[in-house]
């Protein structure tokens, strides 16, 4: 079996632990997740199964998209409603107050890791060092909030919210990051992944329906790797360069495809071959394979 397994991964359990289940049930060791989920979010997880692990590496900058709630006046030392409750206030704020904070947090900005993160610094993780009392300085990462809104409000003080984000961004340090704008504290009190790129949460599947399912039911919940990455454009070849290709000979382009040069794009000669990468050589485009993944 080969392809992406869109997962709906439950609270109170790990990406690895997810792993471990997955390969249980598709009687598989070649498994693989394709990006983390905390342990208290639920939601959606892609799992790449078989062949399918060799392309996970592109799933991980693809955008995310999140149901989250935001709980204001009390903050925790995970930034989660798993953490013990550090600081808190009974500072009034109004809802003109809180969308205007919203609203700063959209675009490009700056955030800084959390300690409780797998973020290794010195090659130790953040988390192991956190919960040891230390705290060491983090430097603050550019990420970007594509889209960020206000779903319900109740009384100022907890507020669901949908946001679409890149990679690389901790919804829980958002939340924190908004209480302090506010000029008081905030917790992430509830997360929900809804997407992964491609993968929606109304086409995941639960753990329990895929452990009742035989293997043809399994094998028709894949998606097919090149779906998987979708988000990649495409070029198709002909097939009297299909065997230098596959090969390792690099072949030149029509200059229609000078856009695509050093991006990772799917290649296709009547079924798709694998994953190539447009250069320029002496004034002509030419392409080269990265992942060959025909065969078994």
Same mark, same amino acid.
């Given at each position: 079996?080969?392809?992406?397994?869109?997962?709906?991964?439950?609270?109170?359990?790990?990406?690895?632990?997810?792993?471990?289940?997955?390969?249980?049930?598709?009687?598989?060791?070649?498994?693989?997740?394709?990006?983390?989920?905390?342990?208290?979010?639920?939601g959606?997880?892609?799992?790449?199964?078989?062949?399918?692990?060799?392309?996970?590496?592109?799933?991980?900058?693809?955008?995310?998209?999140?149901?989250?709630?935001?709980?204001?006046?009390?903050a925790?030392?995970?930034?989660?409603?798993?953490?013990?409750?550090?600081?808190?206030?009974i500072?009034?704020?109004?809802?003109?107050e809180?969308?205007?904070?919203?609203?700063?947090?959209?675009?490009?900005?700056?955030?800084?890791p !959390?300690?409780?993160?797998? *973020? /290794?610094?010195?090659?130790?993780?953040?988390?192991? +060092?956190?919960?040891?009392? =230390? $705290?060491? &300085?983090?430097?603050?990462?550019?990420?970007?909030?594509?889209?960020?809104?206000?779903?319900?409000?109740?009384?100022?003080?907890?507020?669901?919210?949908?946001?679409?984000?890149?990679?690389?961004?901790?919804?829980?340090?958002?939340?924190?990051?908004?209480?302090?704008?506010?000029?008081?504290?905030?917790?992430?009190?509830?997360?929900?992944?809804?997407g992964?790129?491609?993968?929606?949460?109304?086409?995941s599947?639960?753990?329990?329906?895929?452990?009742?399912?035989?293997?043809?039911?399994l094998?028709?919940t894949?998606? !097919?790797?090149?779906?998987? *990455? /979708?988000?990649?454009?495409?070029?198709?070849?002909? +097939?009297?360069?299909?065997? =230098? $290709?596959i &090969?390792?000979?690099s072949?030149?382009?029509?200059?229609?495809?000078?856009?695509?040069?050093?991006?990772?794009?799917?290649?296709?000669?009547?079924?798709?071959?694998?994953?190539?990468?447009?250069?320029?050589?002496?004034?002509?485009?030419?392409?080269?394979?990265?992942?060959?993944?025909?065969g078994?």
């Amino acid at each position: 079996m080969n392809g992406v397994i869109n997962l709906f991964k439950p609270r109170n359990m790990t990406s690895h632990d997810a792993v471990c289940i997955m390969r249980k049930i598709f009687n598989t060791k070649k498994v693989g997740h394709t990006g983390t989920l905390d342990p208290n979010a639920t939601g959606v997880l892609p799992i790449c199964i078989g062949k399918a692990t060799r392309i996970s590496e592109y799933l991980l900058d693809v955008d995310k998209e999140y149901i989250g709630e935001l709980t204001l006046n009390y903050a925790t030392d995970t930034q989660d409603s798993d953490g013990k409750v550090i600081n808190s206030t009974i500072k009034q704020v109004s809802s003109n107050e809180i969308n205007d904070s919203f609203n700063k947090f959209r675009g490009t900005i700056k955030q800084t890791p !959390p300690m409780y993160s797998a *973020i /290794k610094i010195n090659g130790r993780k953040l988390y192991d +060092l956190a919960r040891e009392g =230390k $705290i060491v &300085n983090r430097d603050p990462r550019e990420i970007t909030i594509k889209n960020i809104n206000i779903l319900n409000n109740y009384n100022n003080k907890e507020i669901s919210f949908y946001t679409k984000c890149s990679k690389g961004t901790y919804i829980r340090t958002l939340c924190d990051d908004i209480g302090n704008d506010l000029g008081t504290y905030g917790y992430m009190s509830f997360l929900i992944r809804v997407g992964v790129g491609n993968f929606k949460i109304e086409n995941s599947y639960g753990i329990d329906t895929l452990r009742n399912m035989n293997e043809k039911e399994l094998l028709n919940t894949l998606v !097919p790797i090149d779906e998987s *990455i /979708k988000h990649m454009d495409k070029i198709i070849i002909n +097939l009297n360069s299909y065997k =230098k $290709i596959i &090969n390792g000979v690099s072949i030149e382009v029509d200059e229609k495809y000078k856009d695509l040069i050093n991006k990772n794009i799917r290649v296709y000669c009547d079924k798709f071959i694998g994953i190539g990468k447009i250069s320029k050589y002496s004034n002509k485009l030419v392409l080269k394979m990265k992942k060959n993944l025909i065969g078994d």
